[in-house]
């Protein structure tokens, strides 16, 4: 909590930074998975990822546009006090999501026919507001360039939640719905012991109160940025809902094994998938304040040399690891997921080689998407992700009814989403244009044209 850090990282040194955070979280989140499958095995596991996405949407719309938003506003200089505000704003958001998210948990149960979600949603919903407060702080610092509150709170969020979650579920082990109910209680606790961390940190880092009151950011210059950016994000949670419902009713038709199947493909593959993807996500947490003063400044050509630098470092770490997942995906099956069954790893093993290339896709619509918000096309973004989510949807449906696919169907249309998504970010990066530059154009020609008109009424005159 050093105050030396405030003034800022080198974009290297802060993805640096927030990238090993990530990746220690996600490592602890894998390594969590293997006590846990071992004593909740393939149909708790289902459970447990059958309440995520109605989470993730929540969480979503409470807290998910926020890092990238506050950092936006105050790297770009015109966010003084923007973090007071958002405090006020999506802390109240946090509170209707968590009622929302209890109120709803007898409803998601019915729909995906599982009595055991209704708990388990009451006993994840606090943390729906705690994530919001978190998010704040970590987009705070994120704005003034220090990486190190995101690193540290992802880290001791894991920390917390692998500790606690094991404990929990050990002890009600004899009980499936009690013991994976415990572990989402373990996620919320984690959460309210982080936000109390994040807040000590950001108390600490504003350190003495200035002798004049700052002018306090509007609410409708932090939901500018942070809107567009929440609505990019719930495309993704949203598509995860419907796929679970749709893929779980679908492959019930074909086997008896439908929610252990979806737990392989979504807590376990997914998981795996996801390991280098979180690496890269300093990439793009970094790429904010390097890229956004530029932009604010005009200067979009500089915008984009650092935009393509990102991607292209993106490429150059997520592609080896696409290469190595697909080479060592029985190892990774049988260390992280050993307590499987045989037939259960053989198709988890297929999964995990399917969708390797969602870890170089995957990572690039992650970075692509920071830099858009930075360039200041944040709705670009937005569309994209919507396409592609609806893209998955529709295709892992008609994958498993008309085909033989059947959950590896699921893992093929998440890889043709992700390459969409990924083309069509690098058509608008590309496609961004200094306004600035355009109006000199625009100038410069009616100035010509003034002077020819000059010049033709001299000559008459003449």
């Known amino acids: 909590m050093n105050s030396k850090h405030s003034a800022g990282q080198s974009f290297i040194k802060g993805a640096i930074i927030i990238s090993l955070g990530g990746f220690i979280s996600k490592i602890l989140g894998a390594v969590y998975r293997v006590p846990l499958t071992n004593i909740l095995g393939g149909e708790g596991m289902g459970i447990y990822q059958m309440v995520y996405p109605l989470y993730c949407i929540l969480l979503t719309v409470s807290a998910s546009g926020i890092p990238t938003g506050i950092a936006r506003l105050i790297s770009s200089g015109r966010g003084a006090g923007a973090e007071k505000q958002a405090f006020r704003l999506y802390g109240m958001v946090g509170v209707i999501g968590t009622v929302l998210m209890f109120m709803l948990s007898e409803?998601?149960?019915?729909?995906?026919?599982?009595?055991?979600?209704?708990?388990c949603c009451k006993l994840l919903s606090p943390s729906v507001f705690f994530v919001s407060l978190l998010s704040v702080v970590r987009g705070y610092f994120q704005g003034k360039g220090n990486m190190y509150p995101t690193a540290v709170t992802e880290i001791c969020e894991q920390l917390i939640k692998v500790v606690t979650g094991c404990a929990l579920a050990y002890v009600f082990r004899e009980n499936l719905a009690l013991a994976v109910a415990s572990t989402l209680l373990a996620v919320t606790i984690s959460e309210v012991l982080s936000a109390v961390l994040a807040g000590v940190w950001y108390l600490r880092r504003r350190g003495v109160k200035p002798l004049y009151k700052e002018a306090c950011v509007p609410v409708s210059g932090i939901l500018k940025f942070t809107v567009p950016l929440t609505l990019t994000a719930i495309?993704?949670?949203?598509?995860?809902?419907?796929?679970?419902?749709?893929?779980?009713?679908?492959?019930?038709?074909?086997?008896?094994?439908?929610?252990?199947?979806?737990?392989?493909f979504s807590g376990c593959a997914v998981t795996i998938i996801n390991l280098p993807v979180s690496i890269t996500y300093g990439l793009a947490a970094s790429s904010v304040p390097q890229i956004s003063p530029l932009a604010e400044k005009g200067d979009i050509k500089g915008a984009k040399r650092k935009a393509y630098k990102s991607l292209f470092i993106t490429l150059a770490v997520a592609a080896p690891a696409a290469v190595g997942l697909f080479i060592f995906a029985p190892f990774a099956t049988r260390v992280i997921f050993g307590s499987l069954q045989a037939g259960e790893q053989a198709i988890l093993i297929k999964l995990i080689r399917i969708m390797a290339v969602n870890a170089v896709t995957e990572s690039l619509v992650q970075t692509s998407s920071a830099c858009l918000t930075s360039l200041g096309k944040p709705l670009k973004s937005t569309v994209t992700q919507w396409f592609s989510a609806i893209l998955r949807v529709a295709l892992t449906a008609a994958l498993i009814k008309f085909t033989s696919l059947s959950v590896y169907g699921a893992a093929w249309s998440a890889n043709c989403a992700y390459l969409?998504?990924?083309?069509?970010?690098?058509w608008y990066i590309i496609s961004v244009r200094n306004k600035r530059g355009k109006e000199d154009e625009n100038n410069a020609g009616r100035i010509g044209n003034a002077r020819r008109r000059y010049h033709v009424a001299g000559e008459s005159g003449a």
């Open 107 to 119: 409803t998601l149960a019915a729909v995906q026919s599982e009595p055991a979600i209704v708990l």
């Open 420 to 426: 969409v998504a990924t083309l069509l970010n690098f």
């Open 235 to 264: 495309a993704l949670p949203l598509s995860q809902l419907a796929e679970s419902i749709i893929a779980v009713r679908l492959l019930r038709e074909i086997t008896g094994e439908a929610t252990a199947l979806y737990g392989i």
